[in-house]
């Protein structure tokens, strides 16, 4: 029974006067003159208190709407979306159960009941009873339609979000312009979502900038509850479109860093949108331009899970994009300090320039690195002339007005300039302690200035020089120092300069004594280790991360994993027989830690029988690269691979190197059982997580390898036709797969993102990834895929942010494209026919003649071994060649050149 409450008013004149005023619209008839008035539900007003008229029945109290509620509407329906996937717990059902019951008008809530609604007309459950009637759920959709949402407009956005797979969903969301609200959109850019396909994210960018950052509403709509609720840009606030922007650059991250840059522009395009005027979350229009111009600045500075350093001239791209707008708009933005830090993080990862490499270059052998002159060029320069990028930011920041911190001259340091001697260093971020914790920045200082050192001897004069007297190294600095030690000596690679690459290079002692050289001579890995424990610390984060990766043996893994806080978790690591039930105490060991486990596991892995994890036994299990990829499932549980690939990335290197798992058929088929192995972590890896460039690479390598050992029978390559006996329909099988799926991922990796309107690849392809595959394919005899991989890479040197260190003169990725094209003329006379060979030839010398093209056609009188060897292997399989889907008319690695 409702009762409307009125005030008791003295007198009956006082009350009848209030009743006519909240009952205007009612018929004169009803309105009596007189101590009773008849309310809106059938009540009478008697003695100043509504009652019901007599006779009347009695009618169901409305429930309203709450306004407030005690969870997040769109993460309840993402969280009921994703039950499908994961387990059902507790707190998830009651989630549910409240989203069932709730009277909330919001579209979440409606759209969720909608989906359960379906789900318990398939299979009834206890929500059943939590949902509202029939009647009062028209009543509801009723109530929307005056907001212009129909019951066609939930259905539409439930059949989106029930999609099985991220791709999927992104297909059905572009598939119609009908109306989408926000929270959609965010159920589809989930972070628990997987995209693998880089050109369905590039669609949706496209979409997005379509229909939520602009206002295409009819100019003939009328303003208020129904232009709200169907124009996606007015609900679109800042605080809504940096949420956006995080689950955009998470995604682009992962499936396409390339396209950093066109979410660029979608901010610049936002930004502009906000006008000077309003007021958008209390704040003033350039508070809130500001705002989502430093959010995008350091989200574009977070590094790429896969191969982050080589993609971080993406990162860069995008943060010139917003750093050119903002020096046009007016009036300007303004950068604050954490995304002056983004911006030197970014260029910390980036290649040296060719000023940087001239410094570097100019730097004495000796220690302190001072600057060497070379000519009156270098008389006339500046210092200022001799700074990095990165150090240059930093005095901008300075002059801006902000003070420098730790941590900043951290990334001074690495950048090449501080009050320490320091070598320019590409790397990552150092880390940064904050809240409470702020003052052990001072650690992420010394560990950049051991890092930003050329050797070992270097680095430990570094460690012995704390910043501030008395002060103890803790593990970030043991890290560093660990990692010189450990470091190989830089072999040969060309034009390689000190901070390029984690190789350590010569010490310069020539006018230093004996005594001299045993003083400041850096202890052995031991000696190091030993000396951390007596200053009472203990492997930790990456310090343990660097041991593990690096230690001897699986003993000695055991060893640092028992000095440091995970002793209790050893156990799991070890356990004999691994189950479900080993799970919780595994995955209490840090993501990074386990890695470099499974890293330890591939490297101790050897391809003789008796060398096995537990000594005594001799179960396949047991082997350590077998075992890593148990412990490795069962670490990561259900989810797989889609939230870190690396310790997959490790397993495949492994096998598509040296390793090898020993087969119950002998020794003949150990490397048939490798590509077999191989072939089946691959392919749950792609099909979890995606494609990426790393798969690619170990596929060629595993490819080659089998096609190798199956013809010459032992790792030491002879060319004296030692061909085994191991030709059955198993082993041509997993060749042809393996080709097969080698050739469907070169496709997917360089196919336009879209519809072959744009360049932007998936990844960044380099010139060894294209080298590897060659070789790959001229190894199996595949003349027309080399022939299709020829005319891509002519078609690339049109191609912007396609091959671009492959097209400099003196980077290491050109020289590996010199070492492309001589392996295609060699190969290419053993499989091609001389026409073919000379087009192409003829290709290239018009594009170096019309467009300036640095590559160079290479001929030699001599094949090399790598060519003989692959052609030798060539003529092995040459039975699969008719598998391959080649035709005639082309020339068969049998028909080898008297030359």
């Known amino acids: 029974?409702?009762?409307?409450?009125?005030?008791?008013?003295?007198?009956?004149?006082?009350?009848?006067?209030?009743?006519?005023?909240?009952v205007p619209s009612f018929p004169a008839s009803i309105r009596q003159q007189s101590t009773n008035a008849t309310g809106s539900h059938g009540e009478v007003l008697r003695d100043d208190k509504w009652a019901p008229v007599p006779g009347t029945p009695e009618l169901r109290?409305?429930?309203?709407?709450?306004?407030?509620?005690?969870?997040?509407?769109?993460?309840?329906?993402?969280?009921r979306v994703n039950l499908r996937n994961g387990p059902l717990t507790w707190t998830k059902w009651r989630l549910s159960r409240d989203v069932a019951r709730s009277t909330s008008r919001r579209l979440p809530v409606v759209t969720a009941q909608f989906l359960i609604r379906q789900q318990e007309a398939l299979q009834r459950t206890s929500l059943s009873e939590c949902l509202s009637s029939e009647a009062e759920w028209r009543t509801c959709l009723n109530s929307l339609a005056f907001k212009g949402i129909h019951i066609e407009d939930i259905d539409h956005w439930a059949w989106i979000i029930s999609a099985e797979t991220g791709d999927a969903m992104i297909e059905r969301f572009i598939s119609s312009d009908r109306h989408k609200p926000i929270f959609v959109l965010f159920i589809v850019l989930g972070k628990e979502m997987t995209i693998q396909e880089s050109k369905n994210f590039i669609a949706l960018l496209d979409y997005i900038s379509e229909h939520y950052l602009q206002d295409k509403s009819p100019h003939n709509m009328p303003r208020g509850a129904l232009r709200r609720s169907l124009v996606n840009r007015l609900n679109m606030t800042p605080r809504h479109y940096i949420t956006l922007l995080q689950r955009l650059v998470h995604h682009c991250?992962?499936?396409?860093?390339?396209?950093?840059?066109?979410?660029?522009?979608?901010?610049?395009?936002?930004?502009?949108?906000?006008?000077?005027?309003s007021k958008p979350s209390g704040r003033t229009g350039?508070?809130?331009?500001?705002?989502?111009?430093?959010?995008?600045?350091?989200?574009?500075?977070r590094a790429a899970p896969i191969r982050p350093l080589q993609h971080r001239k993406y990162n860069w791209e995008a943060q010139k994009v917003l750093l050119g707008f903002s020096t046009k708009i007016v009036p300007h933005l303004i950068i604050n300090k954490e995304s002056y830090r983004s911006i030197r993080s970014v260029l910390l990862g980036l290649r040296k320039s060719q000023s940087e490499k001239k410094v570097a270059e100019r730097s004495a052998k000796t220690w302190p690195p001072y600057r060497k002159i070379w000519d009156g060029t270098d008389e006339r320069r500046k210092l200022e002339d001799d700074l990095s990028r990165s150090v240059k930011a930093g005095i901008l920041m300075h002059e801006a007005g902000y003070p420098s911190e730790d941590i900043d001259r951290a990334m001074g340091t690495l950048g090449g300039f501080e009050q320490t001697p320091a070598i320019q260093t590409r790397s990552a971020s150092p880390y940064v302690w904050t809240g409470n914790r702020q003052s052990l920045n001072v650690y992420s200082l010394w560990a950049a200035e051991v890092k930003a050192t050329r050797n070992a001897q270097e680095a430990w004069k570094i460690f012995e020089t704390p910043p501030r007297p008395g002060l103890k190294p803790n593990f970030q600095v043991y890290a560093e120092m660990f990692d010189k030690l450990f470091a190989r000596p830089v072999q040969g690679l060309l034009r390689t300069l000190p901070g390029d690459a984690k190789e350590v290079f010569p010490v310069y002692d020539a006018n230093l004594t004996a005594f001299e050289m045993a003083r400041l001579k850096p202890p052995s890995v031991d000696e190091l280790y030993e000396l951390m424990l007596r200053q009472g610390n203990r492997p930790v984060g990456n310090c343990l991360g660097v041991l593990l990766r690096n230690a001897g043996s699986v003993e000695m893994g055991v060893r640092y994993l028992n000095d440091s806080p995970f002793k209790d978790d050893v156990a799991a690591l070890l356990e004999p027989n691994l189950s479900?039930?080993?799970?919780?105490?595994l995955q209490r060991i840090p993501r990074q830690v386990?890695?470099?486990?499974i890293s330890l596991l591939c490297s101790a892995h050897s391809n003789r029988p008796q060398n096995t994890l537990r000594p005594g036994t001799n179960r396949r299990e047991d082997f350590p690269i077998e075992r890593a990829i148990k412990l490795t499932t069962l670490y990561q549980g259900p989810w797989g691979a889609k939230n870190d690939k690396a310790p997959w990335h490790t397993i495949l290197r492994a096998l598509a190197g040296s390793k090898t798992i020993l087969s119950d058929g002998g020794v003949a088929r150990n490397y048939v059982q490798t590509l077999s192995t191989f072939l089946n972590v691959h392919e749950r890896t792609r099909g979890v997580a995606g494609q990426d460039a790393i798969l690619f690479e170990s596929l060629c390598v595993a490819l080659r390898k089998t096609l190798r050992f199956t013809t010459f029978g032992c790792s030491d390559v002879t060319f004296s036709q030692k061909y085994s006996t191991l030709v059955d329909q198993e082993v041509e099988s997993l060749l042809l797969s393996a080709h097969a799926k080698l050739v469907g991922s070169f496709q997917r990796l360089i196919a336009p993102s879209k519809d072959g309107t744009s360049s932007l690849l998936q990844y960044d392809i380099t010139a060894l990834h294209l080298y590897r595959y060659m070789r790959a394919l001229g190894s199996i005899g595949d003349a027309q895929g080399i022939t299709q991989l020829m005319d891509w890479i002519y078609k690339a040197w049109d191609q912007q942010?396609?091959?671009?260190?492959?097209?400099?003169?003196?980077?290491?990725d050109y020289a590996y494209m010199e070492k492309v094209f001589s392996y295609f003329w060699g190969i290419g006379n053993h499989l091609l026919p001389r026409d073919v060979l000379q087009d192409f030839r003829d290709r290239l010398i018009r594009l170096n003649l019309e467009k300036e093209c640095t590559w160079i056609w290479a001929e030699e009188d001599e094949l090399h071994d790598d060519v003989r060897c692959d052609v030798a292997i060539a003529n092995r399989w040459e039975p699969l060649r008719a598998n391959l889907g080649q035709t005639g008319g082309r020339r068969t690695a049998a028909t080898v050149d008297a030359r």
């Open 594 to 597: 386990f890695n470099a486990w």
């Open 286 to 301: 350039q508070a809130a331009r500001c705002s989502v111009f430093n959010h995008a600045l350091q989200l574009f500075g």
């Open 1 to 22: 029974m409702l009762y409307a409450r009125v005030s008791t008013l003295k007198g009956a004149g006082k009350g009848i006067g209030l009743a006519r005023l909240l």
């Open 801 to 812: 942010s396609v091959l671009d260190e492959a097209k400099m003169p003196g980077e290491l």
């Open 61 to 79: 109290p409305r429930r309203r709407a709450p306004k407030h509620l005690p969870f997040s509407t769109s993460r309840a329906l993402a969280i």
């Open 253 to 277: 991250l992962k499936v396409s860093p390339a396209a950093l840059a066109q979410i660029s522009h979608l901010v610049t395009s936002y930004i502009e949108s906000i006008s000077l005027h």
């Open 580 to 585: 479900v039930m080993s799970r919780p105490s």
